[in-house]
């Protein structure tokens, strides 16, 4: 029963999500993740992002994450982060984005996992002024198969707080992880993003994939 409750959640948020898309504020992401195991403490993750928009190529993000297990509740990291996007003149500009986080676990909470995701992140705007943005995220992954296939939903939510702006950006997850094999699990993803803008609110969403391999 449980279980059926779950998947009922995820097909729900999904729909409701997508049911309210148009063709100009949709997005799509493909991402592919080459995770590391270094020792039984460290790993790196290397991910490249490609993100469309209206039918074209807006941005792309490379990113590298060490990972350190510091207690069974607790990973820290610091990575790097180098984003292109195109400007409205459709010239490609560049953001170095240094960061640190640290993620608190519960392995066991209503029956769920959860992970609480705290990042700080430096960006350096090609033609921009530089900022500071912490972001947090608080996600709930079921933590077994459904009827019986490799298949986990998951859902989160992450708020963005940037300096001189506050809080400005929100985003609502919904996924499924589709566990393949030891090396390989693909994600399958939707979310909602609002972003505050001079004139109000404006509505994104987003949904794609990302392939993750692990060695």
């Known amino acids: 029963m449980k279980k059926a409750a779950y998947v009922g959640f995820v097909i729900l948020m999904t729909m409701s999500g997508l049911s309210y898309a148009t063709d ?7 991402q592919t993740v080459f995770s590391f195991k270094l020792s039984e403490s460290w790993k790196v993750d290397i991910t490249e992002e490609f993100h469309f928009r209206d039918g074209e190529h807006h ?22 982060n180098q984003v292109y996007e195109k400007d409205s003149s459709h010239d490609w500009q560049r953001e170095d984005r240094p960061f640190v986080e640290g993620t608190l676990l519960k392995n066991d909470l209503f029956g769920l996992k959860w992970s609480d995701r705290n990042r700080l992140e430096f960006r350096d705007f090609e033609d921009d002024e530089d900022a500071f943005r912490y972001r947090n995220r608080l996600r709930a992954h079921v933590p077994y198969n459904l009827l019986g296939l490799p298949l986990q939903p998951y859902a989160a939510d992450e708020i963005f707080i940037q ?51 692990s060695f």
Request: glycine content about 8%.
């Open 163 to 213: 300096e001189q702006r506050g809080l400005y950006r929100n985003r609502i997850y919904t996924g499924l992880i589709w566990d393949v094999n030891k090396t390989l699990d693909i994600d399958f993803f939707v979310f909602q993003e609002k972003n505050e803008t001079d004139s109000g609110y404006d509505d994104r969403y987003m949904y794609g994939f990302e392939i993750k391999f």
């Open 24 to 30: 100009d504020n949709q997005e799509f992401r493909a």
């Open 59 to 80: 941005e792309q993000e490379n990113v590298v994450l060490f990972i350190y297990k510091a207690a069974e509740w607790l990973n820290l990291g610091a990575g790097f």
